[in-house]
């Protein structure tokens, strides 16, 4: 049932799903409202499957384009972050734990991990975007706010 995994799904293109279509969400959620109330039996519940159902078929969306263009914003917005990472090195304040962990911040991003490790945790404008490698462009980056103090 992986077709029901929403975790990875891009809350805009959600949001411009309901905006779209939010006539024919809000008379699906009455009809459901009124099915769960006058059915009393397994019928109730085969009906409710079947409006959700055609909810989803009428969107017009497929589960793998609504994924793909998740991927494609969240790509997006990771470029932007490394790009802020570059131009924003010099404003960056570096701060070692006591733990071994490590947190760069500039006012735009922040980035965190331990050292010795490979990968490190970046959010940008304070929405957490997941783990990076680290490459090149981080280790400048964590150097610079070395220096910077």
């Not at 959010?123 to 680290?134: D, P, T």
């Given at each position: 049932?992986?077709?029901?995994?929403?975790?990875?799904?891009d809350?805009?293109?959600?949001?411009?799903?309901?905006?779209?279509k939010?006539?024919i969400i809000a008379?699906?959620?009455?009809?459901?409202?009124?099915?769960?109330?006058?059915v009393?039996t397994v019928?109730?519940?085969?009906?409710?499957?079947v409006?959700?159902?055609g909810?989803?078929?009428?969107?017009?969306?497929?589960?793998d384009?609504?994924?793909?263009?998740?991927?494609?914003?969240?790509?997006?917005?990771k470029?932007?972050?490394?790009?802020a990472?570059?131009?924003s090195?010099?404003?960056?304040?570096?701060?070692?734990?006591?733990?071994?962990?490590?947190?760069?911040?500039?006012?735009?991003?922040?980035?965190?991990g331990?050292l010795?490790?490979?990968?490190?945790?970046l959010s940008f404008?304070?929405?957490?975007?997941?783990?990076f490698?680290?490459?090149?462009?981080?280790?400048?980056?964590?150097?610079?706010?070395?220096?910077?103090?």
């Amino acid at each position: 049932m992986e077709f029901l995994d929403f975790s990875s799904y891009d809350w805009d293109t959600w949001t411009a799903f309901f905006k779209e279509k939010w006539i024919i969400i809000a008379i699906a959620l009455v009809v459901l409202f009124l099915i769960i109330k006058i059915v009393k039996t397994v019928v109730k519940w085969l009906l409710v499957i079947v409006i959700v159902a055609g909810l989803v078929i009428y969107s017009g969306y497929s589960l793998d384009d609504v994924k793909e263009l998740g991927s494609k914003v969240t790509s997006s917005v990771k470029q932007e972050a490394l790009q802020a990472m570059v131009t924003s090195a010099k404003d960056a304040k570096y701060e070692a734990k006591a733990d071994g962990s490590f947190v760069v911040s500039t006012s735009l991003l922040e980035l965190s991990g331990k050292l010795g490790s490979n990968e490190v945790a970046l959010s940008f404008q304070g929405v957490e975007l997941g783990k990076f490698e680290v490459d090149s462009t981080i280790k400048t980056f964590i150097e610079q706010a070395k220096q910077n103090g």
